[in-house]
């Protein structure tokens, strides 16, 4: 770091109004990091030769290995424009898909944001995500085109050629832009429709519904790039230049004599200058004239780099003595063409101050936070601004005026966690010794010298038992105890490191009002934490201390221990932090998990949680190598979750510890991470453990074979009906139809269960609906708990009616009437993608309304019941019967269910306890066997049956067979399973869009390695004026281990795919089919051998299980014959 730089720094970050916290966003490889060394060596922490070279930001070492970022880390860099000083934030982010969480923690401190994209490249699939999640979080961004050298001299463009790709460039981002803002334009009129309907009186929906009537009216021409504006620059980071249109037009507007307005008009676009008229004038192509970018601008720097590159020592020095710049003797003669480029264009066109200068003029400042951004952040799920506590929106002002105050509350957000070195700590640092202690350690050390001579001299035989003896009787003899602490004072003390796992966790956080003061006390809040619930809590005005407030659920105390400022790989310390900086804060590990929201005042909401891209899917099992070692791999696995913002850590219901990733280069971060710094033993990682889902599909129309079903002879039909008899056992019907019935093991109930695959679309729908269903299941359980529920937010219950409405319009026709009305549950966990429906006539439910039963006593006998027939519903949705995988997109109807028997037993009962009195003992019996029942209930977790069981008769019936409430759930899921099991079921798999971008000459190789791995191509698409073709294809998840490196070896490195996840797809193969007529017989052979997609994932999955596979072990198990005998 730049001596005495600390100081300015912290004068720097108390002027609010110069303070840019900016990050840099781009797909991989595009040179984020590349630019940043080369913003970072402008303040001399980094020599300006090895900007490119170092990569100062990507410290870890697999990040040096790899060649890419892997995640985002923060520097303060100081700039200075005239008379204005400036402190910029600077956050390097990551480009690789797997690491996109980490774009998340970024963006959500910064107010601007740098687009990097690559000339050649042009917009990637990442560079799409990234301006997305910019667009989310309403932070502005400005374009850097990076790379231009590679024009020059790789794809050798004119000047000309190079002017119409970077408008194509521009013109594609400009595209995507437009796509963002269309969508959100549409989005608010659509919102402002619905609530100029709801309440047309309301003089605020009027005012709202004026500000823009639509597109024609809004204005975006500030959204969008292009040089004119300034928020363009154009540069080669690794060459250490880069440009602004404005530099130039300075530089012509003295030398040509046109106005510096105009010219910055005209730089960009096709106009064209008369020399002679002194005029600028449209383009007209006929001529062959040069736009003015081109003949001003790019034909210089084409004329340096031909120069340089065909070592023209004489042009070189014209061009170096006309532009006034001064070249080192070392530069001028090197060899390397690159050094000498650099050496020129670093002085003549520095990037650090193009680029800065940019992100000074054209970003926001802390103070211009706009109320948009505000509001958003601070509403959390459905809520709208207007529905929070005035307490709560009393803060907006605070945070618009990001006030420095001490009345001013402090808002601080921790985007992430992340883990240092105690080492890396400021106040572990080894500092310079004073004199006295120089002096005091050479006295020590002289003394314990000449005791060593003083103990060898008198005592030489018995030296080595002495030594021995001393070691032995060391904690406990008193002297040398003495003489340990004298020691210890005098060194610093490692062995409390050593306890801490030489590992400790800094926030890396953003103060968005207030000042943050070390030692400060201040509320920590969790993500649920809910400001309306401490308000009701706590009486108005409380002045009690911090310590004395009841306890608030996802609330804690803390205290700000240590404030750094974050230099990239170093770390310093701060006394306070004014407004709007961006700080790491120590000691908040044991509050804090992944990210959060500190405040001193608890009116504060929590903010709005961050919006990950990518989502985990990769999961492998981890073990220790020796099982002594389990407690440190539990406590490093929760370091590790705490360290990552996007991995999961998941203990399953078999005992194994899972770790799910965003891919294989995440998941190998993780692995390398766990052995080295966190858990530090040898760890065994599983294969990968690949999802899958079950589902059920319409029967086919044709065979395997094209053939239609029926119209052809059957071969082998005795074969086919034995396998379907013994799926079924006895004692359950099975109609034609599908239709299951089944009856509980004490003959007291029946229930016919059907299953039904769902259309694609309502699938689709309750997938993305599953928070909106976990909001009503948790609505209808505070209704039955007869808890006065709050308020339904307004907007939850359009949601609500939306999703209704939208489950109606799917689900048409003749065999869907009126089901959604009738929607019993959702399954699994209560929210998941398949559903239950009831068709009983004896009990109506439905989600939408809660119970409507007979009467209030039958209702809550009726509830019980249901209550066991759904939670046989989750169970048999949470395992299928393939290979025990959650199922998808399944509907279960309950068509009838018969509990007269039930019922009659009940009243006959009754009738016997009134007219018989047993003998004593049996009766004890009894009471003992019911009272045994009665336990055994609440250990099930299921609520206890509708009646006290008082009647002696019904206990000896159940205690045969267990509590009647287990008996239907365990009767409800074998139903829903044998339902499943008649109708011809399909595994699903989860598939990843993936995206390449290869050159022409290896696309057949990407498609060889495509169709191994059952991949399908979608489009393949040339980007214009490039060679580069990018294909788009799906590939499932199960496949793609080794896939990157596959490509890349086949492709010599010519192609980089990139995965993310995508959807679930029904794999079309059956995975019970046998040939059962004469043609698939003929085609398939007999034992129809050929690889079966869907069994090999089933049995796979089976016995990773452990559970039954049905193959053979071995085959033609006759005697092995030598060859040599059969000469």
């Known amino acids: 770091m730049v001596l005495n730089s600390l100081d300015k720094m912290i004068q720097l970050q108390k002027n609010t109004a110069n303070i840019r916290n900016i990050c840099v966003l781009a797909h991989v490889d595009h040179g984020k990091t590349t630019l940043a060394d080369c913003l970072i060596s402008s303040n001399g ?65 910064c107010d601007g944001c740098i687009i990097v994209v690559d000339a050649v490249e042009g917009v990637c699939p990442q560079t799409q995500a990234v301006l997305r999640q910019a667009w989310l979080e309403n932070i502005r961004p400005v374009l850097v085109i990076n790379k231009i050298d590679r024009l020059i001299v790789e794809l050798k463009f004119t000047p000309q050629e190079a002017y119409s790709h970077l408008k194509n460039i521009l013109e594609q981002i400009n595209a995507l ?67 602004g249109i404005e530099h130039f037009a300075k530089i012509y ?226 002297e040398p105890r003495g003489d340990d602490q004298h020691l210890e004072g005098m060194t610093p003390k490692p062995v409390p490191q050593e306890e801490n796992n030489q590992e400790s966790f800094i926030a890396f956080a953003r103060v968005f009002s207030g000042v ?21 809590r706590v009486p108005l005005g409380f002045s009690a201390p911090l310590d004395d407030l009841p306890p608030v659920p996802h609330m804690a105390c803390c205290t700000l221990e240590n404030l750094y400022l974050l230099m990239g790989r170093e770390l310093e310390d701060l006394e306070e932090v004014p407004p709007g900086n961006v700080l790491g804060i120590g000691g908040l590990q044991d509050f804090v998990l992944k990210s959060a929201t500190l405040c001193s005042l608890p009116s504060c909401p929590p903010f709005i949680p961050l919006n990950f891209e990518a989502t985990p899917i990769v999961r492998v099992a981890v073990e220790p190598k020796h099982p002594s070692e389990m407690p440190q791999l539990v406590k490093g696995m929760k370091l590790l979750n705490q360290a990552d913002p996007c991995v999961q850590i998941l203990i399953q219901e078999t005992g194994e510890h899972v770790l799910v990733t965003a891919g294989e280069v995440h998941l190998q971060r993780c692995l390398d991470d766990l052995k080295e710094r966190f858990a530090k033993i040898q760890i065994s990682v599983s294969e990968p453990i690949i999802p899958f889902r079950e589902t059920i599909t319409k029967p086919p129309k044709v065979d395997m074979v094209n053939e239609e079903i029926g119209k052809q002879q059957k071969v082998a039909v005795i074969h086919q009906t034995k396998e379907d008899q013994s799926k079924i056992p006895e004692g359950i019907q099975v109609d034609s139809d599908g239709l299951i019935t089944i009856t509980t093991p004490n003959k007291l109930a029946t229930l016919s269960v059907r299953a039904m695959p769902l259309p694609e679309e309502v699938t689709q729908i309750l997938e993305e609906s599953s928070d909106l269903i976990r909001c009503m299941e948790q609505l209808t359980t505070s209704l039955n708990e007869g808890r006065s529920t709050q308020m339904i937010h307004q907007k939850t219950q359009e949601r609500i009616c939306e999703f209704k409405g939208k489950l109606e319009q799917h689900l048409t026709g003749r065999k869907w009437r009126n089901t959604v009305d009738q929607i019993w549950s959702f399954g699994p966990r209560k929210c998941g993608p398949n559903i239950l429906i009831n068709k009983s006539e004896d009990f109506q439910y439905s989600v939408w309304l809660g119970p409507a039963g007979k009467a209030s006593k039958e209702a809550s006998k009726y509830r019980d019941i249901g209550n066991s027939i759904v939670s046989g519903f989750q169970l048999a949705t949470l395992s299928g019967p393939m290979c025990e995988e959650p199922l998808m997109g399944v509907c279960f ?119 191994k791995r059952e991949g399908r191509v979608l489009q393949e698409e040339m980007k214009e004026g490039t060679d580069m073709f990018i294909i788009k294809a799906v590939l499932p998840v199960a496949e793609s281990f080794g896939f990157a490196d596959e490509i890349r070896k086949r492709t010599s490195g010519l192609a980089s795919p990139q995965l993310v996840f995508s959807h679930w797809e029904i794999i079309p193969s059956d995975p019970f089919w046998v040939p059962t007529t004469e043609e698939e017989y003929l085609h398939f052979g007999e034992k129809a051998d050929s690889e079966n997609q869907a069994r090999k994932y089933m049995n796979a999955v089976r016995k990773r299980k452990g559970l039954y596979v049905e193959e053979k072990i071995v085959e033609h198990a006759e005697k092995q014959r030598t060859l040599s005998k059969n000469k």
């Open 893 to 1011: 109807v309950l068509e009838k269910w018969d509990l007269s028997k039930f019922e009659e037993q009940g009243t006959s009962d009754k009738q016997n306890q009134e007219q018989s009195s047993l003998v004593k003992e049996r009766q004890r019996e009894d009471e003992t066997c019911s009272a045994g029942d009665e336990n055994q209930e609440p250990q099930d977790g299921y609520s206890e049956p509708f009646e006290k069981r008082t009647t002696k008769g019904e206990a000896s019936l159940t205690d045969c067979y267990g509590p009647f409430s287990g008996q239907l759930i365990a009767t409800m899921k074998e139903a829903c399973r044998y339902a499943l099991q008649v109708k011809p079921q399909r595994l699903m798999a989860a598939m990843y869009t993936c995206d390449i971008m290869a050159t022409g000459d290896v696309l057949g190789r990407v498609y060889a390695v495509l169709s």
């Open 516 to 536: 943050a003061q070390r030692g400060k006390k201040i509320f920590v809040l969790g993500p649920k934490y809910s400001p309306v619930e401490f308000l009701q």
């Open 45 to 109: 922490i980094i020599s300006s030769r090895l900007a490119g070279k170092l990569r100062y930001m990507d410290s870890r070492e697999d990040e040096q290995i790899r060649g890419i970022t892997m995640k985002s880390s923060a520097i303060s860099l100081h700039y200075a424009k005239g008379n204005e000083e400036y402190l910029i934030n600077l956050i390097d982010s990551p480009g690789h898909v797997d690491f996109s969480s980490e774009v998340s923690t970024a963006v959500r401190i």
């Open 253 to 478: 507007s003295k030398k040509i004599g046109i106005k510096k307005e105009v010219l910055l008009k005209t730089l960009w676009g096709d106009y064209y200058i008369n020399m002679k008229a002194k005029k600028i004038m449209k383009v007209d192509q006929a001529k062959g004239k040069k736009p003015l970018f081109v003949q001003l601008i790019l034909e210089n720097i084409w004329s340096l780099y031909d120069a340089v590159l065909k070592k023209d020592k004489e042009k070189i020095d014209k061009i170096v003595s006309s532009l006034g710049l001064k070249i080192g003797a070392r530069e001028a003669r090197h060899l390397d063409p690159k050094v000498q480029i650099n050496a020129i264009c670093s002085q003549w066109l520095p990037i650090s101050h193009a680029v800065l200068a940019m992100v000074c003029q054209k970003l926001p400042s802390p103070l211009d936070i706009t109320a948009e951004r505000v509001e958003k952040l601070m509403c959390t799920g459905s809520q709208t601004f207007e529905s929070l506590p005035p307490e709560t929106q009393a803060l907006k002002a605070a945070f618009m005026k990001c006030g420095s105050e001490d009345t001013a509350p402090v808002i601080i957000f921790v985007s992430k966690m992340f883990a240092v070195d105690n080492k890396a700590l400021p106040q572990n640092k080894p500092r310079p010794l004073s004199q006295e202690e120089i002096a005091q350690r050479r006295e020590h050390a002289r003394r314990r010298h000449a005791e060593k001579l003083a103990a060898a001299q008198g005592q030489t035989p018995l030296e080595p038992a002495q030594d021995g003896s001393a070691l032995e009787t060391n904690p406990v003899g008193e």
């Open 177 to 243: 832009t437009g796509t963002l803002f269309t969508s959100k334009v549409l989005e608010e009129r659509a919102e402002r429709e619905t609530e100029s309907q709801m309440n047309p009186n309301s003089e605020q929906g009027e005012q709202v519904y004026d500000w823009s009537t639509g597109l024609e009216d809004t204005d975006d021409s500030h959204l969008y790039f292009s040089p004119d504006q300034g928020n363009v620059v154009f540069t080669s980071a690794v060459d250490g230049w880069g440009f």
